[in-house]
């Protein structure tokens, strides 16, 4: 079936970091339809095996497949490093998907102005070493800094940013001698640009902070308009689906869109269990 502009567009993640993503999309294209999925039953993934997180990531593809969208963002580094290329093989005849990695490591190697990145993340993320690969994959000098910072994601999910607490683990992280003469820092988790302030005044202005959010926004852009799939009708509806109910999803979500977020539950969710055999990988 061809795909068509009135389609909606699709994002997930494993909770509410996604929504820095879903906020610059709507931010640069207000027309567009969104349909957010945030699997809170399973958060976190960075610390799920690759088997699990790919699990996850393929059932909740084929939910936002049923749901008729014509791009799906994978808006989870965990999710994108281990389940992107599987899932593009899968349905990138059916379905557009973009991936939160390949933008912001084209857009901030393409400035060719930093030649020592810090790049902090999950352990399933770091453990990957997919930044690094792909940073040295464009520019071999670079020099790659990754640390992992595991307490921020569930700190974030917990609610946990703009308080004396996060900063305390913010501040201990980033003094880290892993980052030590980095000039720029990638936020390799799309839950840290919620605090990208805190991390930004540690450095009082002598490292450039980046995020995905604005490189992934602009990707889908791109993606839509080569296809000629941009819609030019104003949508205001959109959904935000959770795998499990959490008061920190409702709250974030009112702090971006600064309106009340209908959450739906997801239909059939606790069919989808943890995945058999599933452990942590120690990274």
């Given at each position: 079936?061809?795909?068509?502009p009135?389609?909606?567009?699709?994002?997930?993640d494993?909770?509410?970091g996604?929504?820095t993503?879903?906020?610059?999309?709507?931010?640069?294209?207000?027309?567009e339809?969104m349909?957010?999925f945030?699997?809170?039953?399973?958060?976190?993934y960075?610390d799920?095996?690759s088997?699990?997180?790919?699990?996850?990531?393929?059932?909740?593809?084929?939910f936002l497949l049923?749901?008729?969208?014509?791009?799906?963002v994978?808006?989870c580094?965990t999710?994108?490093?281990?389940?992107?290329?599987?899932?593009?093989?899968?349905?990138?005849?059916t379905?557009?998907?973009?991936?939160?990695?390949?933008?912001i490591?084209e857009?901030?190697?393409?400035k060719?102005?930093?030649?020592?990145?810090?790049?902090?993340?999950?352990?399933g993320?770091?453990?990957?070493?997919?930044?690094?690969n792909?940073?040295?994959?464009?520019?071999?000098?670079?020099r790659?800094?990754?640390?992992?910072?595991p307490?921020?994601?569930?700190?974030?999910?917990?609610?946990?940013f703009?308080?004396k607490?996060?900063?305390?683990?913010i501040?201990?992280?980033?003094?880290?001698p892993?980052?030590?003469?980095?000039?720029a820092?990638?936020?390799?988790?799309?839950?840290?640009p919620?605090?990208k302030?805190?991390?930004e005044?540690?450095?009082q202005?002598m490292?450039?902070?980046?995020?995905?959010?604005?490189?992934?926004?602009?990707?889908?852009?791109?993606?839509?308009?080569n296809?000629?799939l941009?819609?030019?009708?104003?949508s205001?509806?959109?959904?935000?689906?959770?795998?499990d109910?959490?008061?920190?999803?409702?709250q974030t979500t009112?702090?971006?869109?600064?309106?009340?977020i209908g959450l739906?539950?997801c239909?059939?969710?606790?069919?989808?269990?943890?995945?058999?055999?599933n452990?942590?990988?120690?990274?």
């Amino acid at each position: 079936m061809a795909l068509s502009p009135h389609q909606p567009i699709g994002i997930f993640d494993s909770g509410i970091g996604g929504l820095t993503v879903a906020k610059a999309i709507t931010r640069l294209l207000p027309e567009e339809e969104m349909i957010y999925f945030g699997d809170t039953a399973h958060l976190p993934y960075g610390d799920k095996s690759s088997d699990a997180v790919h699990h996850f990531a393929s059932h909740i593809t084929r939910f936002l497949l049923d749901k008729q969208c014509k791009l799906i963002v994978i808006a989870c580094n965990t999710a994108s490093s281990v389940a992107y290329d599987v899932l593009q093989f899968q349905h990138g005849e059916t379905v557009l998907m973009v991936n939160v990695i390949d933008p912001i490591v084209e857009g901030v190697t393409d400035k060719k102005q930093h030649k020592d990145i810090g790049i902090i993340g999950t352990q399933g993320t770091i453990g990957s070493g997919i930044y690094e690969n792909k940073i040295r994959e464009i520019d071999p000098e670079i020099r790659v800094h990754n640390l992992a910072t595991p307490l921020l994601a569930p700190m974030i999910e917990a609610g946990f940013f703009h308080n004396k607490i996060s900063k305390e683990i913010i501040d201990s992280y980033l003094a880290q001698p892993k980052l030590e003469d980095i000039e720029a820092l990638i936020l390799a988790c799309t839950h840290y640009p919620l605090i990208k302030e805190d991390i930004e005044e540690y450095y009082q202005g002598m490292v450039d902070v980046y995020d995905s959010t604005d490189f992934v926004a602009q990707e889908v852009k791109r993606l839509l308009k080569n296809r000629e799939l941009l819609n030019n009708f104003k949508s205001n509806d959109h959904h935000f689906y959770v795998s499990d109910y959490t008061d920190a999803f409702e709250q974030t979500t009112h702090y971006y869109y600064q309106e009340k977020i209908g959450l739906e539950l997801c239909p059939h969710w606790s069919q989808v269990e943890e995945f058999p055999g599933n452990e942590k990988e120690s990274l």
